[in-house]
């Protein structure tokens, strides 16, 4: 009988803990990501979770963390009707915004990317709202943001693999060598180029 993973992370500034269903290979990254020996260490944590969705937790913010399996009762609320495939992003000492619909994928791949690759070459990171509107924000306050994993371009698509061209790079401590951890790639020929053009 196979054990059903979650990680629930206690946040600062949160009265309820965050909890979510992940693969063992996600615990198992987070731990290699959070031991004392790993350096330098990336503020951003993303992972995908088995409820398909994409969640990006900001590490500064986290105050601990469960590695809990077959915790049924601690599972991750669904949003309401309607909102599943919302995108929720929270700030420091502010109640969580949500951000309704997104519809660019590349847009909030890149605003992703830009937090876990290292959010001090972007500390402004943009997307379009749901609104078409543009959206910056402070990268050092962003606490967590979580959206649809079917926004986030994958690498296994094969339709979308031709058009891909470039992966963003990673620091060194959050470059996994586990083939298990599935690559997510930019349709950007240079996303730090890109970035630092751009922004």
């Known amino acids: 009988m196979a054990k059903h993973h979650y990680l629930q992370f206690i946040v600062r500034g949160d009265d309820k803990e965050l909890t979510f269903p992940v693969e063992?290979?996600?615990?198992t990254r987070l731990q290699h990501i959070?031991?004392?020996?790993?350096?330098?260490?990336?503020q951003f944590f993303w992972f995908d979770t088995l409820s398909e969705r994409s969640v990006v937790i900001n590490l500064d913010?986290?105050?601990g963390v469960r590695y809990l399996w077959e915790a049924w009762p601690y599972v991750h609320e669904e949003l309401p009707e309607?909102?599943?495939?919302a995108s929720v992003l929270k700030l420091r000492g502010?109640?969580?915004?949500?951000?309704?619909?997104?519809?660019?994928?590349?847009?909030?791949q890149l605003f992703c990317s830009s937090?876990?690759?290292?959010?001090?070459?972007q500390p402004f990171p943009s997307f379009v709202d749901a609104d078409?509107?543009?959206?910056?924000?402070?990268?050092?306050?962003?606490?967590?943001?979580?959206l649809p994993a079917s926004l986030v371009v994958d690498s296994n698509d094969d339709d979308l693999e031709a058009k891909m061209v470039s992966r963003m790079p990673k620091p060194?401590?959050?470059i996994n060598t586990d083939p298990s951890r599935r690559v997510r790639k930019l349709v950007a020929a240079d996303p730090i180029r890109w970035l630092k053009d751009n922004f």
């Open 172 to 174: 060194r401590a959050s």
């Open 82 to 85: 309607g909102e599943a495939e």
């Open 61 to 63: 913010d986290v105050q």
């Open 24 to 27: 063992e290979k996600t615990c």
């Open 34 to 42: 959070l031991d004392p020996d790993t350096s330098p260490r990336p």
């Open 94 to 108: 502010r109640a969580p915004l949500l951000l309704g619909m997104l519809e660019d994928g590349n847009e909030i």
């Open 115 to 121: 937090l876990e690759a290292d959010p001090k070459v």
């Open 132 to 146: 078409g509107e543009l959206f910056q924000v402070r990268a050092s306050e962003v606490v967590w943001l979580d």
